[in-house]
């Protein structure tokens, strides 16, 4: 679906690198967010932002650092990657209101 | 927003009526009823929203039960397409977050 993009799609890297992965929307939307999904536990919200430079924490944000510097793009940076964040990471946008959410097709980072 | 209770896991035929029920008996009134599907290897899909009336779109239609506590959501002619996890969600008019539960596994036999 146009409009968000995430990159990379798959990532490996070493246990206590950082690792920063992106979130890219072209719909100009105020919300974004970031869960990450794993077996066993659904979707669980990490990080969310409601405009630029104002962020929030989900209910699993320890770890995980977000930066929002323009509307279009949303940084989750993982500071000291461990193996228990291991998993698939979605970005999802949101408009105004109580509209539907618009997610990315994921990033599966693996740590090793 | 309200917790939901979904079954596990359903099965259809292929070309049938699906009927995925939700219920909600926490509803608060200005809760609304979200659905989202998330077919193999990709990101949720959003489904369809309700708050009080019956919902159509061209995915499905979303009854809501006049009491508000419960919902289904109907796929009209279910194809294997239609093979997805279904996540029912309540979700407060101010609260700008989505919260997921375990959602529906929904079968399609062909």
């Known amino acids: 679906d146009a409009g968000i993009t995430q990159s990379p799609r798959h990532k490996v890297t070493e246990t206590g690198t950082p690792v920063t992965l992106r979130c890219h929307q072209t719909?100009?939307?105020?919300?974004m967010y970031w869960y990450r999904q794993d077996p066993g536990h659904g979707l669980r919200l990490i990080h969310y932002s409601y405009g630029v430079k104002d962020t929030d924490k989900g209910e699993v944000s320890d770890g995980y650092s977000v930066s929002r510097s323009k509307t279009e793009d949303f940084l989750l940076t993982l500071e000291s990657a461990t193996s228990s964040q291991t998993s698939v990471y979605f970005c999802?946008?949101?408009?105004?209101?109580?509209?539907?959410?618009?997610f990315g097709s994921g990033t599966r980072l693996t740590v090793v | 927003d309200a917790k939901t209770t979904q079954p596990n896991s359903m099965e259809s035929n292929e070309e049938e009526p699906v009927h995925l029920p939700c219920n909600h008996s926490t509803i608060s009134g200005t809760d609304y009823i979200h659905w989202y599907r998330q077919l193999p290897s990709q990101g949720p899909e959003y489904v369809i929203h309700g708050l009080t009336s019956n919902v159509n779109n061209r995915m499905a239609s979303l009854a809501i039960a006049e009491d508000r506590k419960s919902s289904t959501l109907i796929l009209h002619r279910a194809t294997l397409r239609d093979a997805a996890v279904y996540y029912c969600i309540s979700r407060d008019f101010g609260n700008e977050k989505l919260t997921f539960g375990t959602g529906t596994r929904l079968t399609i036999i062909p």
């Open positions: 999802a946008i949101s408009g105004l209101g109580n509209y539907g959410y618009t």
């Open positions: 719909e100009n939307h105020r919300y």
